[in-house]
């Protein structure tokens, strides 16, 4: 009930307003009467206060009594005559500085009419909102029987309200009911939900507003995998429609949860099959045991994936999400996994390709790049191994992925992610190295150069790494430098006598390369 019926209601009409005329779309939740002077700890919030002002000893009364009930949430004061003769100027100077609407009471009318009347009201409403309620988890519940609950849950926002309404995952994919939006309205979104420190959110776009609510079971470190999105503004919204849309996105969790129930127990699956992989001595019976748990078909070709997120909160479980929105992209029957914990979680991906040849990296790699936003602030590297089939294939794929997610994440400057056509053998090799054995290579093979440079602010470093690129052609070199062929011959001396390895020979050319490579990557 809004205070803007009070008058309207039959017994009520002779309430006069005094006050707070911008206010009366305030909904009453109560109604308490009182003669105390500080009333604010009957108060919650919500209640109109019927009062005979015998509390006023003084003018300062009004302001002390008025601030109470502002702070205690109290939507509207009633305030009766017959005590003082007439209402204080006070009195209402109070109400409509802190914007309390003040209806006087006539004598005619008793306080004990004004609360049974509109506690009565309160009555009638809550007893329909609930009857609506009941019919609304009949509906819904329903739908869940039938198993096209996702479809009931958004029809029913749709009839009940009006509201066109979907859910969609972090990247904006339609999960499930009928969405008005385009493609970058929806990603643009999926990035305000994955961003926002809570739901429910509403944003402004180019198409209309859209508001969004999580669809999450228990609340959890990074952003939920799904959201429901309505075409409306939850700022419009009656708090009866809000309770309606919430009621809502509850019934749609729990049906995600357990349409998500197969996929967790194949993820789970996949997550074993993953730490046998990693083990050089798995027996491959154990593989092809452990596959169709995983939903996986070993004779099949597959494709496999690995990706690492660094920077984000739960860095496995957000790096499985863009995972599963890339193979919903590519195959049905993709699986995904989380492994580890904290924050060195990974997360591997298997999709199976029984009908289509193997995306390539660029196609994987746009795929990858339209879901970045999805990433947040962290920074996703993704290793692609080769399509295979069996179970040793799987482990070949295993270990490809493996080696060009470790490429990917040296090149910080490089594509997100590497297939592992992209990586030749000496690449991988290179990626599988220790950062400490690196370093120390590194500092033996190259250090008097760098020293050299540093002191005498010479660029020996750079003409070596511009020689073994020209495969030792000193005419190339000078070249491509600008310099005379002799002034080469000489840093290239140098160089040698520095290190004391000879250019001339296969062996020290190689260690030169492998330490420039080291380097780099």
């Known amino acids: 009930m809004q205070l803007s019926e009070v008058s309207t209601t039959p017994g009520l009409e002779v309430l006069r307003l005094l006050t707070g005329s911008r206010h009366l779309d305030r909904r009453i939740r109560w109604v308490y009467t009182t003669d105390l002077l500080a009333p604010r700890r009957y108060l919650s919030g919500g209640e109109v206060v019927l009062t005979s002002t015998t509390w006023r000893r003084r003018p300062e009364d009004s302001d002390y009594f008025v601030r109470m009930l502002a702070d205690g949430g109290a939507v509207a004061l009633m305030a009766g005559t017959a005590m003082l003769g007439a209402m204080p100027h006070d009195l209402v100077r109070a109400c409509a500085q802190y914007e309390i609407p003040l209806f006087q009471v006539p004598d005619e009318l008793s306080f004990g009419e004004i609360a049974e009347t509109v506690i009565g009201r309160l009555h009638e409403e809550r007893a329909g909102e609930l009857e609506r309620m009941v019919g609304r988890h009949r509906r819904l519940l329903h739908g869940f029987t039938r198993g096209d609950g996702l479809s009931a849950a958004t029809d029913l926002l749709r009839t009940e309200l009006g509201v066109a309404s979907w859910t969609m995952s972090l990247t904006g994919r339609v999960l499930s009911g009928d969405c008005p939006r385009s493609a970058e309205v929806r990603r643009t979104a999926a990035r305000h939900a994955a961003a926002a420190p809570r739901l429910p959110i509403c944003r402004d776009t180019a198409e209309g507003p859209i508001t969004l609510l999580a669809l999450a079971a228990d609340s959890a470190p990074q952003a939920p995998a799904q959201v429901l999105a309505c075409a409306a503004d939850l700022r419009d919204w009656s708090p009866t429609e809000r309770e309606t849309v919430e009621e809502v996105a509850e019934f749609l969790a729990a049906g995600l949860a357990r349409r998500d129930e197969s996929a967790r127990q194949r993820r789970d699956q996949l997550a074993r099959l993953a730490a046998l992989l990693d083990r050089d001595d798995t027996d491959p019976a154990r593989l092809v045991a452990g596959a169709p748990g995983a939903g996986l078909d070993l004779g099949a070709p597959h494709l496999l994936l690995r990706a690492r997120i660094a920077g984000a909160a739960a860095p496995g479980e957000l790096a499985r999400q863009i995972l599963e929105e890339m193979s919903a992209h590519l195959t049905p029957d993709g699986v995904t996994a989380t492994i580890g914990t904290g924050p060195d979680s990974s997360a591997v991906a298997v999709l199976p390709l029984p009908?289509?040849?193997?995306?390539?990296?660029?196609?994987?790699?746009?795929?990858?790049?339209?879901?970045?936003?999805?990433?947040?602030?962290?920074?996703?590297?993704?290793?692609?191994?080769?399509?295979?089939?069996?179970?040793?294939?799987?482990?070949?794929?295993?270990?490809?992925?493996?080696?060009?997610?470790?490429?990917?994440?040296?090149?910080?400057?490089?594509?997100?992610?590497?297939?592992?056509?992209?990586?030749?053998?000496?690449?991988?090799?290179?990626?599988?190295?220790?950062?400490?054995?690196?370093?120390?290579?590194?500092?033996?093979?190259?250090?008097?150069?760098?020293?050299?440079?540093?002191?005498?602010?010479?660029?020996l470093l750079d003409t070596l790494a511009a020689y073994l690129a020209a495969s030792g052609s000193w005419h190339a070199v000078a070249t491509q430098r600008h310099m005379h062929v002799n002034t080469l011959r000489y840093r290239i001396r140098r160089v040698e006598e520095l290190t004391g390895r000879d250019l001339s020979q296969w062996r020290d050319r190689f260690d030169f390369q492998l330490a420039l490579d080291l380097r780099r990557g």
Not at 435 to 457: F, K, M, N, T, W
């Open 355 to 459: 009908d289509r040849a193997a995306p390539t990296p660029d196609e994987l790699r746009e795929l990858l790049d339209s879901f970045g936003p999805a990433v947040g602030g962290g920074d996703i590297r993704v290793g692609a191994g080769a399509s295979d089939i069996g179970a040793r294939g799987l482990r070949r794929s295993w270990d490809q992925a493996g080696h060009a997610l470790l490429v990917a994440e040296r090149r910080p400057d490089g594509p997100a992610l590497i297939g592992i056509d992209e990586v030749d053998t000496f690449g991988m090799l290179l990626a599988g190295t220790p950062d400490s054995l690196r370093r120390s290579y590194c500092q033996r093979v190259l250090g008097p150069i760098l020293d050299y440079d540093a002191r005498c602010r010479t660029d």
